[in-house]
């Protein structure tokens, strides 16, 4: 409501998470290879040594990779409804209609049973 071109300003809002994510496990993945440049492990190393800053570093961009993923399903609470909204209007619309009862049985399918 409060930007000057409604449909871009949503649009850019909602690619900020997954992007946010994204940025996060390439730089993770960077500083998981300068490490391994500065200690001087090679790449088949990397994968069956405990070293726990490799570790760490690799699960850290699996983790926000995996999140940038699960922000852009199109689900409405989530970033891709937003996308989706902006696409196809009369869909975000019958979506956000039905926003409390897609986000109960996204939960329950989050939890599980």
């Known amino acids: ?15 900020a998470g997954p992007a946010t ?16 440049k500065i200690t ?4 088949s190393e990397m994968i069956n040594m405990p070293n726990m800053v490799i570790t760490f570093r690799a699960l850290f961009a699996q983790i926000n990779i995996a999140l940038a993923i699960f922000n852009i399903l199109p689900i409405y609470p989530l970033d891709g ?3 989706i909204k902006i696409i196809r ?13 897609i986000t109960i049985v996204f939960l329950f399918l989050l939890i599980g049973p």
């Open 1 to 15: 409501m409060y930007y000057k071109h409604p449909l871009k300003g949503e649009l850019l809002v909602s690619l």
């Open 21 to 36: 994510n994204l940025a996060l496990a390439i730089a993770g993945i960077l500083i998981m290879l300068i490490y391994a």
């Open 40 to 43: 001087g492990v090679t790449a």
């Open 81 to 83: 409804y937003r996308l």
């Open 89 to 101: 209007p009369q869909w975000g619309f019958r979506m956000e209609k039905n926003g409390m009862i």
